[in-house]
């Protein structure tokens, strides 16, 4: 499956970025309008084989929003831009992703990439999710969409880390065991749809 899901990647994240080209233009003007900064945000996260690379997505909060808070964002959180809101809401901020997948660094579907401070508390048996190639979109990211509206309250960061990052991992760690390209193809069409969808 890997040549051929590298192939499909390839082609797909290509012929996405042409397509939304356009789409691209228009939210990078609404973030450049909305808050001083550049228009991307290119954070650390953790990859095939535990390398560090570098995640791309639409900026959604203020200028230097890591050195004002933590690396997760809570729903509450005032670092969050207008512009950012709508684009977190919408999953748009997700799309430069495509270019990680051209790169090599991320596949369409795969599980999701996690900040190295998070990765630190991996359990042996979840450090295992590392010999695979993360995603964009994945079966966790489905299940907790809404993640940042779960994180509120004065607890919300060990919330996450006890949690939430285990269930996520659990799921992740599932889905893989008994992936194929078919049940890769359906998960691409339910986050299509769920993008839609309440």
């Known amino acids: ?17 042409l397509l939304l080209s ?10 450049k309008l909305d808050s001083p900064g550049p228009v991307f945000y290119r954070g650390w996260r953790i990859g095939e084989g535990g390398l560090r690379f570098r995640m791309i997505k639409f900026r959604t909060m203020v200028r230097d929003a890591e050195a004002l808070g933590p690396v997760v964002t809570a729903g509450d959180d005032v670092r969050v831009t207008n512009a950012g809101r709508l684009l977190r809401q919408t999953k748009l901020d997700e799309l430069p992703q495509l270019l990680n997948v051209v790169a090599g660094t991320m596949s369409i579907v795969g599980p999701r990439p996690e900040d190295p401070t998070f990765v630190a508390h991996y359990s042996p048996e979840e450090k295992k999710i590392l010999e695979l190639r993360p995603g964009i979109t994945s079966p966790a990211s489905l299940v907790y969409r809404r993640e940042e509206a779960l994180l509120r309250g004065a607890n919300w960061q060990k ?34 749809f769920a993008l839609f969808t309440k």
């Open 159 to 192: 919330t996450y880390l006890q949690v939430i990052l285990p269930r996520k991992l659990a799921i992740e760690r599932e889905y893989a065991a008994r992936r194929t390209l078919f049940s890769d193809l359906a998960l691409i069409a339910r986050t299509v």
């Open 22 to 31: 356009p789409l691209f233009l228009v939210v990078a003007l609404l973030i």
């Open 1 to 17: 499956m890997t040549t051929g899901k590298r192939l499909f990647d390839v082609v797909a994240a290509a012929v996405g970025l």
